[in-house]
């Protein structure tokens, strides 16, 4: 075995592994997703963040457990702290992940503002088979709304949260649904009032997750384009509260939150996870 240092991220429930690459340069990163975040076997997590700076400018890869590669706003925001944490920026600096540049502000308490881009519901970004929007349609014989905030998200608006048994039948069933040729994450949505909405939320590539940047910002939009709103909107999941704002629902989107480093260590990996690297690190 090889070893590997890492650093402990949390927000809103969402927990994440970050690494930086100086530290693995030939890894495998989808094989260290699958190892690193497997709970009771490894550290655990809700994905793998890869971060590195280059030429004065963040850059950050996110892979789920599964060791798919995906857009991820909660691990963002991690990221951006982690960053400004270690003083490789100062409080407003930008990340790019893949194919986007996020604008971040971190103020000196650690709390993160990420000015995310604009919801999309063409059917190519997110993308799906259907012929036009998937707005407000039946799938698997519930009705929802297919949006991309950089991750491919179906939102079903609803009066009360599923229960497990509709929620673990459901999930995988959507998230594998032949409309979706590189799958969905699903959110189920309570609106409580027209500012506070509850969730509960199947991640592609997870599964059940106590929290989901993109999928809360998925689901503020969809929101507020049926209902004509503007301005903010709390996003409440199992993890806690996301703060989301926008002009309306075609505006580029500021969501806040507050990072935690939990801990850092050592995680035991396999050579094959770390490529060439792991001649460097055998024990």
């Keep these: 075995m090889a070893t590997i240092p890492f650093t402990k991220l949390e927000t809103v429930g969402n ?19 699958v190892e690193l975040c497997a709970r009771r076997y490894s550290v655990g997590s809700d994905g793998l963040l890869v971060i590195w700076v280059e030429s004065a400018e963040v850059h950050l890869r996110f892979f789920n457990p599964d060791g798919t590669e995906d857009f991820c706003g909660n691990g963002l925001r991690c990221a951006a702290w982690y960053a400004f944490r270690r003083n490789w920026v100062g409080e407003a600096f930008a990340i790019h992940q893949l194919g986007e540049t996020v604008e971040m502000v971190v103020d000196p308490a650690g709390r993160v503002t990420a000015v995310m881009p604009p919801a999309r519901f063409d059917p190519p970004a997110i993308p799906t088979t259907a012929p036009g929007e998937l707005w407000e349609a039946e799938v698997c014989g519930v009705v929802g709304t297919a949006v991309s905030t950089g991750s491919a998200h179906f939102v079903i608006l609803c009066d009360e949260l599923p229960a497990d048994g509709e929620f673990l039948r459901l999930g995988p069933e959507i998230e594998n649904h032949p409309l979706f040729p590189e799958r969905t994450s699903v959110m189920w949505v309570r609106p409580d009032s027209q500012r506070h909405l509850s969730m509960r939320i199947w991640e592609r590539g997870v599964g059940e997750t106590m929290g989901c940047g993109t999928g809360a910002t998925a689901s503020a939009c969809v929101w507020f384009r049926k209902q004509g709103l503007s301005g903010s909107v709390e996003l409440e999941s199992q993890g806690g509260v996301l703060e989301i704002e926008m002009e309306d629902w075609r505006s580029p989107i500021r969501v806040e939150c507050d990072p935690e480093e939990l801990f850092t260590g050592l995680a035991e990996v396999s050579g094959a996870a770390l490529g060439t690297c792991a001649q460097m690190s055998e024990r």
């Design 15 to 33: 927990d994440f592994v970050l690494v930086e690459r100086s530290a693995a340069p030939t890894a495998d990163w989808a094989q260290l997703a």
